[in-house]
């Protein structure tokens, strides 16, 4: 495929669409628009790996298939270690001259359960060996596509199939396990958090995901209107006002110094996301008052590891 761009003030954005249509992703998914745009900023050298969930099932239905570029769906488990099977046994091919040299970018992708739960000792052995790749999580906040069921990167207070808010719970009861904080801690040279509401800054970092050497991560904020019980038409609104409401900063770490890359003037409340959602719709004020001490708390750290950062 011959390259065609076209600029977007300073952006140059690749014209060609690598998730075809025709796939079957609900109306207003988040997944979707940021699979498309991550797709879009790699561009046609990937190579993807994929673990089961929404973006497997909705793109690859047999015998059709959305994949535009070399695609190989994965166990929950193994993602992170085909990856490195994929990156290692083609870079020693291409050594031996049994394939000829080119530029290949190295791309695994799965939701908030594979990359939490299930996926987290592949990922993890991934990125302690050092491969180069980009691994991309569509954080969804739960498992999706059988039936929204929790993981552990549901938030705490919402309601999900088998955490269900009523007479005697509040929903998830447990917090969101940060996986930018685990996978940062394992010292690679890149990792980011994303949201399609925000395009270029999705694909800025995806761009320095793929061109870093060795291990790279992002995580992806996918708004759900199916599992969050919100509007498919107000998609884009809700992710930027997990934004704005400081819910979930986007920023950056490289090696190892923070960067906030959209920093809202002063945050909103967080009740204007939470009501915005079915989901959350149970929630008391008492309980809004107290996510709402923890996302100042959580914000205050962040923006002091950034000033940190900058003053290094
Ligand atoms: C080892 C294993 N356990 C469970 C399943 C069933 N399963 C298929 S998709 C899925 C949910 C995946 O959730 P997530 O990774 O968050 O992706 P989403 O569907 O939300 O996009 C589950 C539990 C499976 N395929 N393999
Ligand atoms: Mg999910």
């Known amino acids: 495929m011959a390259s065609d761009f076209v600029k977007v003030g300073k952006h140059q954005i690749d014209r060609k669409e690598y998730l075809a249509e025709g796939h079957t992703f609900c109306t207003g998914c988040g997944e979707a628009l940021a699979i498309r745009l991550v797709c879009k900023a ?4 990937a190579i993807i790996a994929m673990a ?5 099932v909705c793109t690859s239905p ?41 530029d290949v970018k190295f791309v695994a992708m799965a939701g908030d359960g594979g990359t939490s739960d299930i996926g987290l000792q592949s990922l993890s052995g991934a990125m302690e060996r050092g491969h180069d790749f980009l691994y991309v999580c569509w954080d969804n906040e739960a498992y999706m596509n059988t039936g929204i069921q929790r993981s552990s990167a549901t938030p705490y207070g919402a309601s999900t199939s088998t955490a269900p808010a009523g007479r005697l719970s509040i929903g ?11 996978f940062a801690a394992h010292g690679i040279p890149y990792v980011a958090t994303a949201c399609p ?27 759900c209107p199916t ?33 906030i890359t959209v920093e809202p003037k002063t945050l909103k409340p967080v009740e204007e996301y939470l009501l ?22 959580d914000y205050a750290l962040l923006k002091d590891r950034a000033a940190r950062s900058a003053a290094r």
């Open 42 to 45: 790699v561009g046609e050298s």
């Open 172 to 182: 998830q009861n447990t917090q969101k396990k940060n996986l930018v904080e685990i």
């Open 197 to 223: 509401s925000y395009p270029f800054d999705l694909m800025n970092k995806v761009k320095k995901g793929v061109d870093t050497k060795g291990p790279a991560y992002i995580h992806v904020l996918a708004v």
């Open 276 to 297: 915005a959602q079915g989901r959350f719709r149970h929630l008391s004020p008492a309980e809004i008052a107290n996510i709402q001490e923890r996302v100042n708390r």
């Open 227 to 259: 599992g969050w019980r919100t509007v498919s038409g107000r998609t884009i609104e809700i992710g930027k006002l997990a934004t704005e409401t400081g819910i979930f900063p986007l920023y950056e770490i490289e090696n190892g110094r923070y960067r």
């Open 52 to 56: 089961t969930g929404c973006d497997e």
């Open 62 to 102: 047999l015998p059709v298939t959305s994949w535009r570029v070399p695609w190989l769906h994965t166990l929950f488990e193994n993602t992170g270690a085909e990856i490195s099977g994929i990156e290692a046994g083609l870079k020693a091919m291409m050594r031996k001259g049994k394939v000829p040299e080119r």
